[in-house]
Structure formats: structure tokens, C-alpha cells
């Protein structure tokens, strides 16, 4: 089992620009999540889905969106990047066993937005 | 508004303990998760605790105190692997995690 995977692992963009951060998890996962980290802040919740063709907003949603077509992926689209959007992104999920159950964690994407 | 406060940095030696606090305020609470991150790397899962009381799981313990709003996560017999970060994260009354920023855990020789 690869467990969740990101793609890709580093991006440099120009402001304006627009692109898609790729999630795929290979534990048939209910929950998937999209957060961002930022230096001296906790991770903080873009999106989430709790299952196939559903999404939901999490704390910081602006300037972002989401697509979970199928179970195993979960995009994450940037229409017009700004330099606030400069972070590292991780994706995580969890089965939809207990509410309590742990996340796993993708290895991250470092994205600059000049 | 929520809040989980733990310390930025914190400086142990070789062989020793350590334990590193963790306080929080949320809207409800469904348990406490202490994850560790290399820098660089992603989370990973240590320890969950939703009763009070101690969890012990070799060299880590974490302990949680509902009433207090407290937790801390114990590090024995210290290894330089153990240099990393880790997070506290509480899942609030929506079962969303809020996470604290972390403590840089520095390991000296």
C-alpha cells in the first residue's frame, strides 16, 4: 500500500496562475482532507469530503476549491494564486469508522506563489 | 474563539525525559491527538487520548485532563530521532481537528 500520495511535490507559480494539487489515498477512505502549514501556525482545514461526490468547506475555503469525483482522489484547484496562498499543503484521510479515528497524512506539497 | 497553546521550542538532552505541555479552549471536545512531524515530512499518529488519565505506549505516554483543559505528551529515554516536531490537535464538537502550532523539540548529544 503507497497509503496517500501527493502530486506534485514542489510547484512554483506567478501570480494569477491557476493549478491542481492531486490526492489519492489507496485505503478505500471515506474522509478525505485538504489542509494548508504555515510557520508558527497550526495546520489549518481547507476542504474536506466525507465521501464520494461530496465536499465541504473547513476554515480557511477562499481562493480554493475542490472535486472528489471518485473515492480514492481529492483535487485541490487554485483558480488564481496569490503569495498568500505560498504553503506547504497536506492531504490526509480517514476511514469512516469511529469519528476519532486517526488521519493519515500525504507528504506534502511546497507551493510558492511569486 | 478556539485555542490550543503549546510551547514553540524546547531543548533536551540524550537519554533524558522530557514532556511537553499542551492547553487547550474549543467548542466541545471528542479527543486529543498528539502527532509527531519531521521537518519536512508529514504528520504522523502517536498517541489519542478522550478519558482522563495516563496512555502509555513505550517510550511516549500522553496524559489528558478534560477538567484542566491540559495535556502533555511524555518522551523517555530520548534518542536523536526523537528531534521533531509535535503537534497537539483536538477534535471539537463537529469531529473537525484543530490543531495547536507545534513544538520544535531539539535533541542534544
Known amino acids: 500500500n503507497a497509503g496517500v500520495t501527493q502530486t506534485p511535490k514542489f510547484r512554483v507559480l506567478k501570480t494569477g496562475q491557476s493549478m491542481t494539487l492531486l490526492c489519492a489515498q489507496d485505503m478505500n477512505h471515506e474522509y478525505m482532507y485538504w489542509y494548508r502549514q504555515d510557520p508558527g501556525m497550526g495546520l489549518r482545514l481547507i476542504h474536506y469530503s466525507v465521501g464520494e461526490g461530496t465536499t465541504a468547506k473547513g476554515e480557511v475555503p477562499d481562493g480554493y476549491n475542490v472535486s472528489r469525483l471518485k473515492k480514492q482522489n481529492f483535487l485541490l484547484g487554485l483558480e488564481s494564486a496569490a503569495p498568500s496562498q505560498t504553503s506547504v499543503y497536506f492531504c490526509?484521510?480517514?476511514?469512516?469508522?469511529?469519528?476519532?479515528?486517526?488521519?493519515?497524512f500525504g507528504p506534502g506539497t511546497r507551493l510558492t506563489v511569486l | 474563539g478556539q485555542n490550543i497553546d503549546q510551547p514553540t521550542e524546547m531543548t533536551a538532552t540524550e537519554g533524558a525525559i522530557v514532556q511537553i505541555n499542551c492547553t487547550y479552549q474549543t467548542s466541545g471536545f471528542n479527543g486529543l491527538f498528539w502527532y509527531q512531524q519531521h521537518a519536512g515530512e508529514a504528520p504522523t499518529f502517536l498517541s489519542y487520548?478522550?478519558l482522563d488519565g495516563l496512555e502509555e505506549k513505550g517510550r511516549f505516554s500522553s496524559f489528558l485532563s478534560r477538567s484542566k483543559g491540559y495535556s502533555y505528551l511524555l518522551l523517555k529515554e530520548l534518542q536523536m530521532k526523537d528531534s521533531a516536531s509535535y503537534l497537539c490537535?483536538?477534535?471539537?464538537?463537529?469531529?473537525?481537528?484543530?490543531w495547536g502550532a507545534g513544538t520544535k523539540l531539539i535533541i542534544k548529544p
Open positions: 490526509a484521510s480517514r476511514s469512516a469508522g469511529a469519528s476519532t479515528d486517526t488521519q493519515y
Open positions: 490537535a483536538v477534535m471539537d464538537s463537529n469531529y473537525q481537528l484543530i
Open positions: 487520548n478522550v
